[in-house]
């Protein structure tokens, strides 16, 4: 009984101890280097700016992940029915409470902060490898002419494996196209 006794504690320790080392090399599915941004904004009336994105993703994406163009002053992520082909449409555009968890704790860690979430509006792309072209629209938050200052799209991969949390954010500053479309 003392053999069997001492086979059961030293099984157990060894399973947890296991358990414990593959817990601790957990990676997330996909990394920050496996998605590349790019993007320009532009005013196009006195109270709308058009952003063109690209977003490349070099592994496929399973778990949930949002992409959020923020520009202070701006709110209301629109794409317009009358692209071609060439340009991807989310189906829907919204916002995530645990996404926006995870890039407040970002915006946090970076010295940054947002005067408000509320007005956080995303959408996701496609799960697969590729390239996604994306042109939508902002409005000012008041109906004025608002500056484009400090326009950034993030793309946030809230990623969750037993139990560790793999969530990651990255970041990529747009360009401001100073021409003025009328």
Request: glycine fraction near 6%; aromatic fraction near 10%; charged fraction near 25%.
């Amino acid at each position: 009984m003392r053999k069997s006794t001492i086979f059961w504690i030293t099984g157990v320790t060894i399973i947890l101890l296991v358990t414990l080392l593959i817990y601790s090399y957990v990676i997330p599915s996909v990394s920050a280097q496996d998605v590349v941004m790019a993007g320009t904004i532009r005013q196009i009336d006195t109270d709308v700016v058009e952003v063109e994105l690209e977003i490349t993703r070099k592994r496929e994406d399973k778990d949930q992940h949002m992409v959020y163009p923020v520009v202070p002053g701006w709110e209301g992520v629109t794409f317009t029915e009358e692209q071609d082909d060439a340009w991807y449409m989310p189906s829907s555009v919204g916002s995530s409470y645990l996404d926006q968890v995870i890039l407040e704790k970002y915006l946090k860690a970076q010295g940054k902060t947002m005067k408000s979430t509320d007005n956080l509006i995303g959408f996701a792309i496609p799960d697969e490898i590729g390239s996604y072209k994306l042109r939508l629209t902002l409005r000012s938050l008041d109906g004025t002419t608002q500056p484009l200052e400090n326009p950034v799209v993030y793309y946030v991969h809230n990623e969750h494996l037993l139990g560790k949390d793999l969530s990651w954010v990255t970041s990529e500053n747009l360009e401001i196209n100073k021409e003025y479309s009328e």
